[in-house]
């Protein structure tokens, strides 16, 4: 099929490029699962020049994502510590703490623990759960796969790193009114 594809929206028919997209999103929607639609968005990303099977939907092609259970005051990472993973938040609120002063909090979405994998230097802040979480582990093999090279994902993963690390300079003032 490549990507030259007919799809009728409505009442519209689509074709080509156009087209080729809206099946893709509609197939990713489709999925169940975030690590299986990261790996497929991924492969796609990765493969849509080089070949026309974009993605093969085997099951050990996720396998190496874990998710991990963490309870209420566990710390997931600490300031100061080697970093191996990156850690994406699949439900709870976490927070980050850089020399025990809050300077953000995670929810449901968030990822955390990029910067020392990026930048490869120690944790530069410490997370902790505010409430029982359960988060989806990301191995630095992985993760630097996902983050190298010119393409929006990898740009996208830098430039959120870059802006957390900068945040990391300014801690939260708890006592400021919410807006």
Known sequence: MGRRSL???????VTGMPAWIL???????ALPGLERNLRILLDWLLDVPFRNDIAVLAPD???HLQ???F?????????????????IVESGRLDVLKDGKK???????????EIALLSDIK??????????CELTVLARDDFQTLSSGQ?????AIRKQALERKRALTTPIDESAPNS
Not at 23 to 29: E, G, I, Q, W
Not at 103 to 113: I, K, W, Y
């Open 103 to 113: 300077v953000a909090e995670l929810s449901e979405g968030d990822c955390f623990g």
């Open 61 to 63: 092609q996720t396998e």
């Open 123 to 132: 944790r530069t802040a410490t997370v902790r759960c505010l409430t029982p």
């Open 71 to 87: 309870e209420t005051g566990d710390e997931v990472i600490s300031q100061g510590e080697t970093g191996d993973a990156a850690f």
């Open 67 to 69: 998710k991990k259970h």
């Open 23 to 29: 099946s893709r999103l509609n197939n990713l929607v």
């Open 151 to 155: 393409g929006a994902l990898a740009q």
């Open 7 to 13: 799809c009728s929206l409505g009442g519209w028919v």
